[in-house]
Nanobody, 121 residues
Framework: QVQLVESGGGLVQAGGSLRLSCAAS????????MGWYRQAPGNQRELVAT???????NYADSVKSRFTISRDNAKNTVYLEMNSLKPDDTAVYYC???????????????WGQGTQVTVSS
């Protein structure tokens, strides 16, 4: 069974920083893409950032100059460094991984339970 566990969320004042972590565990052959998505109340889940096993990154325009995604392949862990936080960043942040549990199985998408990030003004 594959499990993704996020940590690092919390309450921070505008202009502050937080670092989110997400560790994948269970039966995993390879993790191809890991990423972060967020969802504010009443809104659709939106992409924040993704990173491939090769290190290629993709960011939403709203966070591109402020957030940095990275991963430690040996630990099956992805990080999101968030700087210059704004109240608009307030949301539940979800970790996502596209991975294979066996070499011959297709990619499948897994989600973490989410971690709350609240930015106060």
């Amino acid at each position: 069974q594959v499990q993704l566990v996020e940590s690092g969320g919390g309450l921070v004042q505008a202009g502050g920083s937080l670092r989110l972590s997400c560790a994948a565990s269970g039966t995993i052959f390879t993790i191809n893409v890991m990423g972060w998505y967020r969802q504010a109340p009443g809104n659709q889940r939106e992409l924040v950032a993704t990173i491939t096993s090769d290190g290629s990154t993709n960011y939403a325009d709203s966070v591109k100059s402020r957030f940095t995604i990275s991963r430690d392949n040996a630990k099956n862990t992805v990080y999101l460094e968030m700087n210059s936080l704004k109240p608009d960043d307030t949301a539940v942040y979800y970790c996502n991984a596209k991975l294979r549990v066996r070499s011959y199985t297709p990619n499948f998408s897994y989600w973490g339970q989410g971690t709350q990030v609240t930015v106060s003004s």
